[in-house]
Structures are given as C-alpha cells and as structure tokens.
C-alpha cells in the first residue's frame, strides 16, 4: 500500500496555489481543467467546477480514490459552483488518456513536463494554458505559434497575481541557441529568461 499524503500536507511544502486559480476563474471563463502529473496538488478543485487530475504516482491514486479525503480537504475553501467534479486517472500523459480531444478549457503544466506534446490535443481552440519554466514548458508554449502570451503569474507566499502588463518583456532568452524546442524535449530543462514570472498563460489560437 502507497504511503498516504494529502494536498494538506502538500501545501505545507508548495503552499496553496488555490488564489492563483482563483485569479483565472475571475478572468477566463474556464469550466474543464485538466492537470497532468498534479501529485495531490488539489487547489484547482477550489475554483473550478469540473477538474481531471493526471498522475503515475500510487499516492496521488491512493489520494483522489478517497472521496470523502477529498471532500473533507475541499470543505470551506470553494467558490460557488467548483469542486464539483473531481476525476483521476492513474496514467501516464505520454501515452492517449480517455480525454476526448478538444474537450478542455484549462490544461495545468506545473512542475511536471516537458508534457505538451502529448497534452496540447486536449484543449479546446481558444482555452488556457498555465505553465511555468520549471521542466521546460513555457519554453515549448512560447515557441509554438498556436499559443499566445496573455499573462504572467506572480506570487508572495499564498497571494497571486495575474498580470497583462509588459508582456513583450517576458519569455526572451538570456542565450538565443536555448530557444531550441528539440533541446527542451532532450533535457526537461526551460529557457533561461532575461525576466521571470512564476508561470506564464498562454492562449490557444
Ligand atoms: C514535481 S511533481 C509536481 C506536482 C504538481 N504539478 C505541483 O506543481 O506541485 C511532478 C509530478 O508529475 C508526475 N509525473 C511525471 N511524469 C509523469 C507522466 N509521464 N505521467 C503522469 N504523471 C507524471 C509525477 O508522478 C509527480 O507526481
């Protein structure tokens, strides 16, 4: 049997992210979210209604088979409407996951890729993408010309910001041969950037 953890437990090492999916669903009209390779990263389930959680680890399946875990670790920290539909599945996001294609308004990549190349056929034309630099997806959204940079993500602690300002001064490489999408699918390692957000939101065309 896998170890038990919770996103409670999660938090105390990550912090809570829920202000920063807070900020999204204030913005966007954002109902499907899908986040592979979420651990027990729950918070989006505080904003959104209808969230599926992708994941190989044991824990994480051990974690969302546990409905009323869920329930008891959601209580209290929801907006009107979300939380409703908490889906898992325990599986790898390289391989095709039983999404249909097209179907989703929120693809989450924190942490956890590079996973776009196999991810991307999830979201609907005009969704959202949320990555960060950390395992080199941002890099791949910004060097694809499907997507568009219509925000960074800015943090202090638990408090997040979305911004729509200056974005033509973010994702520009400290070296221009980084910028090299075959050189992130090799290493999992992001473009160093000359200015940082925590993630940046991209738009599907
Ligand atoms: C560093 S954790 C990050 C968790 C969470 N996204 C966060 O930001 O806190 C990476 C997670 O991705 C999962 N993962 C990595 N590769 C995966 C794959 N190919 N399919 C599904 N899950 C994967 C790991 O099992 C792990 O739980």
Redesign the pocket.
Known sequence: MPARVTWSQYRTS?GDRSGMFAALADEYPIDRVLY????V?LSPSTAFRSVTY????AR?ARFFADDEQIRAELAGRTRPGAGREVQFLA????RPLDIPDASMDLLVA???GPMLDHTMRYLRPGGWLLANNSHGDAGLASLDPSCRLVATIHHRGDRYRLSPDGLADYLIPKRAPDADAGRIRATGRGIAYTKTAFAYLFQLN
């Open positions: 990550i592979p390779g979420s651990y990263d992708v994941d190989t680890d994480a599986a790898d996001y390289n924190l942490y956890a």
